[in-house]
């Protein structure tokens, strides 16, 4: 009997055992997955949870409900690996494994910048990546009064690149139906060059900006977080005030990663761009967040490795060459609030561009483009995640591979 | 993407004027790219794009607190030698990729 371990039990880990339990005989191996959390998030959620537009009820469920018949589910912290001898130490047993698949995620670190866990840590600095700071930012802007709104992203790569960004958009409509836009000065903050950084983005997008009054403080590399002052200062003493901050501190792969000697700087894993399979050991896999692809991290990027990375086990379980397969493809929602989103559908190598999806010519989504339909598309994904994604259904019509049907390659540069 | 002659070299630039092509690098370029920005290039500054530059080649992740654990220099340094956008300047300097989000 052989043995496949999966490490987490998030939106990459559970796809992957949804995906191949029905392709790996019982017979011959056994799947454990193996994550300490009860709780399984819809992460996305965490972005319309600040604003009221999501319950607490809407973004989590029993994590057991989405593990397949025949997968050991094993709740126990994780403390390390042993990929030299093949085995797995948990709390308090070792398991052994042919293959792993690593799924461990990526999670906020705010003890890597100094000041932020201060005084005013979940008074007046937020985060949106957890479901407590969420939470707690939901209520603190019940009954927030208005004042300078700094959006700020501490470094990259972080978990869904835009998520900020939506957040300022959202922040905007939100407050103007509260009818106290004027009493809120939002500014957006962020290490790279603007908010748009692709050719096509920054001239289909910029309008987005002025239109919303989103003031833009671009190439700001956060060096701490001064309390007394309430400001961000970065590291040529520049200085970005602030009533109520909202950060995306820096994001890193799981602990057990650096204490396996497994990762990168950030404790990311170094992984084959294309067949997913890590660079320092050949049966370990590695799907989702936890990888340093540079590839979005989100969820539709795991789905989309997801059946890449099935075909690629089987292969290599039957000692057949990998197949270099997975481009890159993401596909995501931007939410520009007023109940409008954007849509886009790019890869490594090819910027978002104009165009319908996910049948060319026809939509009904159209990309890079403001509108109604893609808002209820990026609703209606809250019942797609649940009921199709991490069980591992392909999503129909969308391919693992990004399309070049039905795009349009039409955006030139500004000059 | 358009071919322009940088010291002497025909080079693919991108939009927003970064070599599409690491291997068309070398040194003169670097020092004509970053005279445009308004950059005297040291061996100093050289250390931290040769070390751009090996961390691209093997497709690992630029991040300014990985330059700030090179050994090469420290973050402050780092802003020192590349003004307003360490970076952005230092990539480009680099003749590497500009550091992009998804949009």
């Not at chain 1, 989100?298 to 990375?309: C, D, I, K, R």
């Not at chain 1, 403001?370 to 259904?393: D, P, Q, T, V």
């Not at chain 2, 010291?7 to 630039?13: F, K, L, R, S």
Request: glycine share 8%; proline share 5%.
């Amino acid at each position: 009997m052989k043995n496949l371990l999966i490490l987490g039990a998030g939106t990459g880990g559970t796809m992957m055992a949804n995906h191949l339990r029905p392709k790996l005989k019982k017979s011959e191996w056994n799947i454990t997955i193996i994550d300490q959390y009860k709780t399984h998030y819809y992460q996305p959620g965490f972005l319309f949870l600040p604003f009221d537009t999501y319950t607490e009820d809407q973004v989590k469920k029993v994590g057991g409900k989405f593990i397949p018949k025949g997968v050991n589910y094993i709740q126990k912290k994780i403390e390390k690996i042993l990929p030299g001898d093949n085995k797995v130490e948990l709390e308090d047993e070792t398991l052994d494994y042919d293959i792993l698949i690593v799924a461990t995620g990526s999670k906020i670190a705010p003890e890597e910048t100094d000041g932020l866990i201060g005084p005013l840590w979940k008074k007046d600095i937020f985060d949106f990546y957890t479901y407590e700071g969420s939470l707690a930012l939901r209520n603190k802007l019940r009954d927030w009064e208005g004042g300078k709104l700094v959006v700020h992203i501490t470094e990259m790569p972080i978990k869904c690149p835009v998520a900020p960004l939506e957040f300022a958009f959202l922040a905007d409509s939100y407050f103007r139906k509260k009818g106290m836009r004027d009493k809120v000065e939002i500014t957006y903050v962020t290490p790279l060059t603007g908010a748009f950084t692709k050719p096509t983005c920054s001239t289909a997008l910029s309008y987005l900006l002025k239109e919303k009054e989103i003031h833009m403080e671009p190439d700001f590399s956060v060096m701490e977080v001064d309390n007394d002052k309430k400001a961000l200062i970065d590291y040529e003493e520049r200085e970005i005030p602030f009533d109520l901050l909202v950060t995306v501190p820096t994001n890193m792969g799981d602990e057990v990663i650096e204490k396996s000697g497994l990762g990168d700087d950030l404790n990311f894993v170094p992984t084959d761009h294309n067949t997913l399979q890590s660079l320092a050991h050949e049966n370990i896999f590695v799907i989702g967040d936890a990888t340093n692809v540079p590839a979005s991290k989100a969820g539709s990027v795991a789905h989309f490795q997801a059946e890449t990375l099935t075909d690629n086990i089987l292969l290599y379980i039957d000692g057949y060459q990998l197949k270099k397969e997975f481009d890159g493809h993401a596909n995501c929602f931007i939410e520009t609030g007023n109940n409008k989103a954007l849509l886009i559908d790019f890869n490594y190598k090819t910027e978002p561009v104009h165009g319908k999806f996910p049948f060319a010519g026809i939509g009904p989504l159209k990309l890079l483009k403001e509108s109604l339909f893609n808002h209820w598309g990026k609703l209606a994904f809250r019942w797609i995640y649940w009921n199709m994604l991490l069980k591992g259904i392909a999503i129909p019509f969308v391919s693992r591979n990004m399309s070049f049907k039905g795009k349009v390659f039409d955006i030139k540069k500004e000059n | 993407m358009s071919v322009q002659t940088i010291a002497g070299v025909e080079v693919n630039i991108s939009e927003d004027g970064y070599l599409e092509d690491m291997t068309q690098w070398n040194e003169e370029i670097a020092k004509e790219i970053a005279k445009e920005i308004g950059i005297e290039l040291t061996p100093k500054h050289f250390e931290v794009l040769n070390f751009l530059r090996e961390k691209t080649a093997a497709k690992e992740t630029l991040t300014i607190r990985g330059v700030g654990k090179s050994g090469i220099v420290n973050i402050k340094e780092l802003y020192k030698l590349f003004p307003k956008g360490p970076l952005k300047f230092s990539s480009r300097i680099a003749g590497i990729p500009k550091p992009t989000s998804c949009i």
